[in-house]
């Protein structure tokens, strides 16, 4: 007797834990995010995006403390993000940190380990918190994510004619700032214009070295 009452404890509890599997995952938000950050990109190099944010809505809250080395190399500056991300769909993405939704952090797929993980992203307007079971890599809580992100200053440097480095700082703010905006446009406006200056002059270089001299 005492054998059958404990085996039916075991599917019982069996039978739970598979209904909360089953039951999906737990979706929050939006939540509305504030923070700050700075972004830097080096010619031959992969930009990089440190910030922290956080929010609630008054019930459930979110924050991130992230360090993002972007894969892909830029080897042409095209402009400031307006949106930064790490990781999808529960990709192994190389940032460092952690992501939390209401108190239950996770990190990068590449070093999770036996640790929840996590992906995430952020900007123009939305984005969104994903954490992730550790090996097996079931999402079990996932946040939405108002956020917009605001340029509050930008340093090109040259070496020659040549775009060497660029140095930036940001707010994460939960709605846009046109200000900032017609800021950052301008300035990648009169990036755009000194390249086509540049070119226009090397064409004409080209075409004096070219004509036959008597």
Same mark, same amino acid.
């Given at each position: 007797m005492c054998i059958l009452k404990s085996s039916w404890r075991?599917?019982?509890l069996f039978s739970s834990f598979l209904g909360v599997l089953s039951a999906g995952p737990i979706t929050v938000g939006p939540i509305p995010m504030s923070g700050s950050g700075t972004y830097q990109?080096?010619?031959?190099?992969s930009p990089v995006e440190v910030f922290s944010a956080s929010g609630t809505d008054? =019930?459930? @809250?979110? $924050?991130?403390?992230?360090?993002?080395?972007?894969?892909?190399?830029?080897?042409?500056?095209? %402009?400031?993000p307006s949106g930064l991300a790490g990781g999808a769909g529960g990709a192994c993405s190389y940032w460092s940190g952690t992501v939390?939704?209401?108190?239950v952090s996770g990190i990068s797929a590449c070093s999770a380990g036996v640790t929840d993980y996590a992906t995430w992203s952020i900007g123009d307007g939305?984005?969104?918190?994903?954490?992730?079971?550790?090996?097996?890599?079931?999402? =079990?809580? @996932?946040? $939405?994510?108002?956020?917009y992100i605001d340029y509050t200053s930008e340093t090109m440097t040259y070496t %020659?004619?040549?775009?060497?480095?660029?140095?930036?700082?940001?707010?994460?703010?939960?709605?846009?700032?046109?200000s900032s905006c017609a800021e950052c446009?301008?300035?990648l406006i009169g990036f755009i214009g000194f390249a086509?200056?540049?070119e226009a002059g090397s064409r004409r270089e080209r075409r004096a070295a070219s004509e036959p001299t008597f």
């Amino acid at each position: 007797m005492c054998i059958l009452k404990s085996s039916w404890r075991i599917l019982f509890l069996f039978s739970s834990f598979l209904g909360v599997l089953s039951a999906g995952p737990i979706t929050v938000g939006p939540i509305p995010m504030s923070g700050s950050g700075t972004y830097q990109w080096l010619k031959n190099s992969s930009p990089v995006e440190v910030f922290s944010a956080s929010g609630t809505d008054g =019930v459930d @809250s979110v $924050s991130m403390s992230i360090t993002d080395v972007g894969l892909d190399f830029l080897f042409n500056f095209p %402009g400031l993000p307006s949106g930064l991300a790490g990781g999808a769909g529960g990709a192994c993405s190389y940032w460092s940190g952690t992501v939390s939704i209401d108190g239950v952090s996770g990190i990068s797929a590449c070093s999770a380990g036996v640790t929840d993980y996590a992906t995430w992203s952020i900007g123009d307007g939305g984005g969104n918190a994903n954490l992730y079971t550790p090996v097996i890599g079931t999402l =079990v809580e @996932s946040a $939405s994510l108002v956020g917009y992100i605001d340029y509050t200053s930008e340093t090109m440097t040259y070496t %020659g004619n040549t775009l060497t480095e660029v140095d930036a700082t940001f707010n994460i703010v939960p709605t846009p700032e046109p200000s900032s905006c017609a800021e950052c446009c301008a300035a990648l406006i009169g990036f755009i214009g000194f390249a086509r200056r540049r070119e226009a002059g090397s064409r004409r270089e080209r075409r004096a070295a070219s004509e036959p001299t008597f």
